[in-house]
């Protein structure tokens, strides 16, 4: 009787969580069905991009891969970018640590492996608001929906490229870098910290600009994405100095 009662109760947490996911999934589906449909226009089969949402569940990333494998790149110089793209998840990672302390090796790691930058947002407001507890069948709910939902966007995305004609398909070529210009242009609008950005994306084209011919373009832009955020980092932590 008493298991029926905790299975029931795990149950309830599950779809509580699912439905939390409700309001984020027009964006899953708006980037995640422009991600497949690049996905398709760079080359990719529908197996290949249904692979990589599955596994590598990364929206940035994702478009970061299908650039940097239409340029040619190796697997290696890929493997960094995308690594470097997703280090923010050992910030988010950490900091919901604190809500699974007394939680299984398995819960940990099921939670840590599917959270993304919309479920963290979710989770952490309902942890807040439920004085600092988040239960793993909720939060589990949560990504579960997220996971599948962009899987599926991502697919809907490639067959929908699938059927384009092949010079409309050619035509869009453009669109993965005016993706990341939109994005970046969007996230700067909504800076606060419009004048350190301009000068982040200066040293970045400089390092670019620099480099040119001397080494593989590829380790070119990891090498100038890490010079820029890094001197973004050090300005930071240099102006509260310097104000105080």
Request: glycine content about 6%.
């Amino acid at each position: 009787m008493n298991l029926h009662i905790i299975k029931a109760e795990e149950m309830k947490l599950f779809f509580q969580g699912a439905i939390a996911c409700i309001p984020t999934l027009l964006s899953y589906w708006a980037v995640g069905f422009a991600c497949g449909a690049i996905g398709k226009i760079s080359g990719f089969s529908l197996t290949e991009i249904a692979l990589l949402s599955m596994f590598l569940y990364a929206g940035s990333a994702q478009f970061l891969f299908y650039s940097l494998a239409k340029t040619g790149a190796d697997i290696t110089h890929i493997a960094c970018a995308v690594a470097f793209i997703n280090m923010r998840y050992l910030l988010i990672t950490a900091y919901m640590s604190q809500f699974f302390s007394h939680s299984s090796s398995t819960e940990k790691l099921i939670g840590g492996l599917m959270i993304t930058d919309e479920t963290f947002g979710v989770a952490s407001s309902y942890a807040k608001k439920n004085k600092d507890e988040l239960p793993f069948y909720w939060l589990f709910g949560l990504n579960l929906t997220a996971w599948v939902n962009w899987m599926l966007s991502t697919i809907v995305g490639c067959l929908f490229a699938s059927i384009l004609p092949g010079w409309l398909n050619y035509s869009l070529g453009f669109s993965l870098v005016g993706m990341f210009a939109g994005l970046l242009l969007l996230s700067w609008f909504v800076s606060h910290t419009r004048i350190l950005d301009i000068i982040v994306m200066a040293i970045a084209i400089l390092v670019i600009l620099t480099t040119h011919n001397t080494i593989n373009f590829n380790i070119a832009t990891i090498l100038s994405t890490i010079t820029a955020a890094t001197a973004g980092m050090l300005f930071l932590i240099w102006k509260p100095k310097r104000n105080a």
